[in-house]
């Protein structure tokens, strides 16, 4: 980071520090988890007391969104406060395509971002990443490169097992070194499910918080991924829930949301802690029994139907949320940068459009702020959500060809002309749904009636102005390059785990759906 950034960082920033204690902020995400999945949500086995007891105490948002229906851009949005298509966490290799960060992908978060903890590293807190990073798995990208002071965790998703000669394994870090790989010092039995990774995530909280509780205000960004394929959790949850082995890995990471609610209850912060519980994106449905349950959503993950990008929220922050509260707001993961910026007394950035509103209001006061809710897939605007309404300018599930190979993103749910396999453009006269009264985009607001005439216009000219002022950032996955794998991460050499990768041969990513 150069000086004439950071100096230009600084600006955007308060010096002095307010009056009152810095809240402290904490961010539960999960990965892939539907907006189903929890009891409070309706999930009839009601396996999720602590979620479900986090709810009654605080706030539930049922309107609230990812950025994108997929991982890496999510999150990569959650930390910047922007949309996908301004940070560059998207992919012009295909039109309108879902991309996120393989071990060989080239690009990362881009150092021009002003990520999350880079500005509360300025307001006088310590971050700590736990579990996925995701933004890039390039020294230069990872987590203490952009304002994190800890990080337990890995840069990419635990697929595996690898070789390590065609593949690498994926590294565990602690802080900037590799201390070990998934599969190898980290064990992840795919036959069984059995791994004791969330619970050395939930005592990596318990600690950091510890640590933490009586010096300076801290942020803690739990980004635990037992519910991704291959779905895993220890051997205490093993087999007990009704759901399966996708139910087990809700269970321990619900009993991990209540260790960590009462260590800081029992610490006495409680009050001056916002937490925040959401998931990524929306269930992979195509994983079947192995994935999320979206409720009465269309379609999954990778889809801009609700589905995919509608996700379980809840905030928690005894003394300044009322308790068993539901809010309308429509939110997003963007907001949360904006949110907690404005409560930590610092600014934003006034240099670029950020996306995510102050939900202060929202959360303190129970205000509903009007404001649309942009769909992107890829490179492309996919729909807008104003009020209660949606309009989809372009629809399409996934690929005929890979359908035809049993990847299914909307199993049961076809709806002719909607749930379509191949990219359909409806910019002209886009599709109208209202989402109270059809939350599964079942049923289209016929173009001829007074209330489509009404709604659209309004709709269309927000997405006009939005298209006018959108300036796309450089797209960072569009490339990929084998010897950019994890073969030599930093720290390697201290453990005598480095790998001897291949030589450089850049060549255009391909997602096939």
């Given at each position: 980071?150069?000086?004439?950034?950071?100096?230009?960082?600084?600006?955007?920033?308060?010096?002095?520090?307010?009056?009152?204690?810095?809240?402290?902020?904490?961010?539960?995400?999960?990965?892939?988890?539907?907006?189903?999945?929890?009891?409070?949500?309706?999930?009839?086995?009601?396996?999720?007391?602590?979620?479900?007891?986090?709810?009654?105490q605080g706030m539930l948002l049922p309107d609230f969104y990812s950025a994108n229906p997929i991982c890496s851009p999510s999150r990569a949005s959650l930390l910047s406060g922007r949309?996908?298509?301004?940070?560059?966490?998207?992919?012009?290799?295909?039109?309108?395509?879902?991309?996120?960060?393989?071990?060989?992908?080239?690009?990362?978060?881009?150092?021009?971002?002003?990520?999350?903890?880079?500005?509360?590293?300025?307001?006088?807190?310590?971050?700590?990443?736990?579990?996925?990073?995701?933004?890039?798995?390039?020294?230069?990208?990872?987590?203490?490169?952009?304002?994190?002071?800890?990080?337990?965790?890995?840069?990419?998703?635990?697929?595996?097992?690898?070789?390590?000669?065609?593949?690498?394994?994926?590294?565990?870090?602690?802080?900037?070194?590799?201390?070990?790989?998934?599969?190898?010092?980290?064990?992840?039995?795919?036959?069984?499910?059995?791994?004791?990774?969330?619970?050395?995530?939930?005592?990596?909280?318990?600690?950091?918080?510890?640590?933490?509780?009586?010096?300076?205000?801290?942020?803690?960004?739990?980004?635990?991924?037992?519910?991704?394929?291959?779905?895993?959790?220890?051997?205490?949850?093993?087999?007990?829930?009704?759901?399966?082995?996708?139910?087990?890995?809700?269970?321990?990471?619900?009993?991990?949301?209540?260790?960590?609610?009462?260590?800081?209850?029992?610490?006495?912060?409680?009050?001056?802690?916002?937490?925040?519980?959401?998931?990524?994106?929306?269930?992979?449905?195509?994983?079947?029994?192995?994935?999320?349950?979206?409720?009465?959503?269309?379609?999954?993950?990778?889809?801009?139907?609700?589905?995919?990008?509608?996700?379980?929220?809840?905030?928690?922050?005894?003394?300044?949320?009322?308790?068993?509260?539901?809010?309308?707001?429509?939110?997003?993961?963007?907001?949360?940068?904006?949110?907690?910026?404005?409560?930590?007394?610092?600014?934003?950035?006034?240099?670029?459009?950020?996306?995510?509103?102050?939900?202060s209001p929202s959360l303190f006061k129970h205000a509903v702020q009007e404001r649309p809710i942009f769909y992107y897939r890829g490179n492309e605007l996919m729909a807008v959500r104003?009020?209660?309404?949606?309009?989809?300018?372009?629809?399409?599930?996934?690929?005929?060809?890979?359908?035809?190979?049993?990847?299914?993103?909307?199993?049961?749910?076809?709806?002719?002309?909607?749930?379509?396999?191949?990219?359909?453009?409806?910019?002209?006269?886009?599709?109208?749904?209202?989402?109270?009264?059809?939350?599964?985009?079942?049923?289209?607001?016929?173009?001829?009636?007074?209330?489509?005439?009404?709604?659209?216009?309004?709709?269309?000219?927000?997405?006009?102005?939005?298209?006018?002022?959108?300036?796309?950032?450089?797209?960072?996955?569009?490339?990929?390059?084998?010897?950019?794998?994890?073969?030599?991460?930093?720290?390697?050499?201290?453990?005598?785990?480095?790998?001897?990768?291949?030589?450089?041969?850049?060549?255009?990513?391909?997602?096939?759906?």
């Amino acid at each position: 980071m150069s000086l004439a950034f950071v100096l230009l960082l600084g600006c955007w920033i308060q010096s002095a520090a307010t009056q009152q204690q810095k809240p402290n902020f904490i961010i539960m995400l999960m990965d892939d988890m539907g907006w189903g999945d929890l009891g409070v949500f309706g999930e009839p086995s009601k396996e999720t007391p602590n979620l479900d007891r986090m709810a009654s105490q605080g706030m539930l948002l049922p309107d609230f969104y990812s950025a994108n229906p997929i991982c890496s851009p999510s999150r990569a949005s959650l930390l910047s406060g922007r949309l996908p298509i301004r940070n560059g966490f998207y992919t012009t290799n295909a039109h309108a395509h879902d991309s996120y960060t393989p071990q060989d992908i080239v690009g990362g978060i881009p150092d021009t971002e002003i990520l999350l903890p880079e500005v509360l590293q300025k307001l006088g807190y310590r971050s700590k990443i736990i579990g996925k990073w995701h933004l890039g798995q390039q020294p230069q990208y990872h987590p203490l490169m952009h304002g994190f002071d800890e990080w337990f965790g890995a840069p990419n998703c635990h697929f595996g097992p690898f070789d390590d000669k065609t593949q690498p394994n994926i590294p565990v870090f602690r802080d900037a070194d590799m201390i070990g790989r998934y599969y190898e010092d980290y064990l992840i039995d795919k036959k069984t499910g059995e791994s004791n990774l969330t619970q050395i995530f939930i005592q990596e909280a318990l600690t950091f918080i510890e640590q933490q509780a009586n010096k300076k205000p801290f942020f803690l960004y739990w980004a635990v991924d037992a519910t991704h394929e291959p779905v895993y959790a220890s051997t205490k949850f093993l087999g007990k829930s009704q759901r399966g082995r996708y139910g087990d890995a809700v269970q321990e990471l619900d009993y991990g949301v209540g260790q960590i609610l009462q260590k800081v209850n029992e610490l006495g912060i409680a009050n001056d802690t916002l937490v925040i519980f959401s998931s990524d994106n929306g269930g992979a449905t195509y994983a079947k029994e192995m994935g999320g349950n979206n409720g009465p959503f269309l379609c999954g993950k990778q889809t801009t139907f609700e589905g995919g990008v509608r996700e379980p929220t809840i905030a928690y922050m005894p003394g300044r949320i009322p308790a068993g509260v539901v809010s309308h707001q429509l939110g997003s993961l963007m907001d949360l940068y904006t949110t907690f910026i404005t409560l930590a007394g610092g600014k934003i950035p006034t240099d670029r459009i950020v996306d995510g509103i102050d939900l202060s209001p929202s959360l303190f006061k129970h205000a509903v702020q009007e404001r649309p809710i942009f769909y992107y897939r890829g490179n492309e605007l996919m729909a807008v959500r104003l009020r209660q309404y949606k309009a989809h300018f372009w629809t399409w599930t996934n690929g005929l060809d890979e359908f035809n190979k049993g990847i299914n993103f909307c199993p049961g749910e076809e709806i002719e002309g909607v749930t379509t396999h191949e990219q359909m453009n409806h910019t002209a006269e886009p599709l109208l749904f209202h989402l109270g009264r059809d939350p599964g985009e079942k049923y289209i607001i016929k173009p001829s009636s007074p209330e489509y005439k009404q709604v659209i216009q309004e709709i269309m000219m927000i997405a006009d102005d939005h298209r006018k002022k959108l300036v796309p950032g450089v797209p960072q996955l569009n490339m990929c390059d084998e010897s950019v794998m994890n073969w030599a991460p930093p720290g390697c050499h201290k453990i005598e785990r480095c790998l001897q990768g291949p030589k450089s041969k850049p060549y255009k990513c391909f997602w096939p759906h």
